[in-house]
């Protein structure tokens, strides 16, 4: 049988999508909508110009600083599995012909939790985009703080924060893509603080995820930290479906270019 005429199962409604109809549509089901994860390749392909991509970097990758019980093995068998090196592919790319520096998650590498790799690698692509007065655009998407770092991963909060104020004083321009999770210390710190916040449609985004706010007493709304709740709450500025996100990131660097 031909591979274009597998079927690819939706992961929200189980319709049996034909794979080419599947990956035509960036794992978007045609049926129910639902946006499937898709890599931080797939993301900078959908994105950023045909070739552009420069990436920095690329040498920081992750270690046990504090020798945490099955961390490291665990660590290594994500980084085999996945083929990336570190959690986030960051550099500069053209996007509509206008530089940008820019960052992508990922959540191969422990659900891509948000730790020392990350915050450096972020602090430098928006130190970096500052010093060549370039936008900066994020892509997030984590499960939550790499807890086996213990406080260096928390530092990476304040310390990506400050280079994004440092960033916005300087007059450049921010936008935040975020994706489906973004949960713990990226939503609360840089990924929260660009002038423009975007969201994919049914996205879940927050501080606390689920298995925290669970043990609440109070009954959460259904559609609690979802794109559509943020976006009543004013949490974020617009959800885009993943088809019209690259032409709308292209509009708002036009809009915002000096
Ligand atoms: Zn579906």
Redesign the pocket.
């Known amino acids: 049988m031909a591979s274009s005429e597998e079927l690819i199962s939706?992961r929200?409604?189980n319709?049996q999508i034909p794979q080419q109809k599947f990956l035509d549509a960036y794992k978007v089901?045609p049926?129910?909508n639902?946006h499937h994860y898709i890599n931080a390749y797939e993301r900078l392909n959908l994105l950023v110009d045909e070739s552009s991509f420069e990436s920095y970097d690329d040498g920081l990758f992750s270690i046990d600083p504090l020798g945490f019980p099955e961390y490291g093995p665990s660590l290594q068998r994500s980084i085999a599995k996945t083929g990336l090196r570190s959690e986030i592919l960051a550099g500069i790319a053209k996007v509509g012909g206008y530089s940008t520096a820019i960052a992508i998650g990922d959540l191969g590498i422990k659900g891509g939790s948000f730790g020392s790799v990350i915050g450096e690698k972020m602090t430098r692509c928006i130190e970096r985009a500052t010093d060549k007065k370039l936008p900066l655009i994020t892509v997030s998407v984590s499960g939550g703080m790499r807890m086996q770092e213990g406080t260096l991963s928390l530092m990476q909060m304040a310390k990506t924060a400050a280079a994004c104020v440092k960033h916005s004083q300087a007059g450049l321009f921010y936008i935040s893509v975020m994706t489906d999770p973004t949960y713990g210390g990226t939503t609360a710190s840089f990924a929260s603080l660009a002038h423009v916040i975007l969201v994919e449609p049914g996205a879940r985004v927050g501080f606390a995820g689920p298995r925290a706010t669970a043990s609440l007493r109070e009954k959460l709304p259904d559609n609690y930290q979802k794109a559509e709740f943020l976006l009543d709450h004013g949490l974020v500025d617009r959800i885009v479906p993943r088809n019209e996100m690259r032409s709308l990131l292209i509009d708002l660097l036009d809009f915002c270019s000096p």
């Open positions: 939706c929200n409604c319709a089901c049926k129910c639902h």
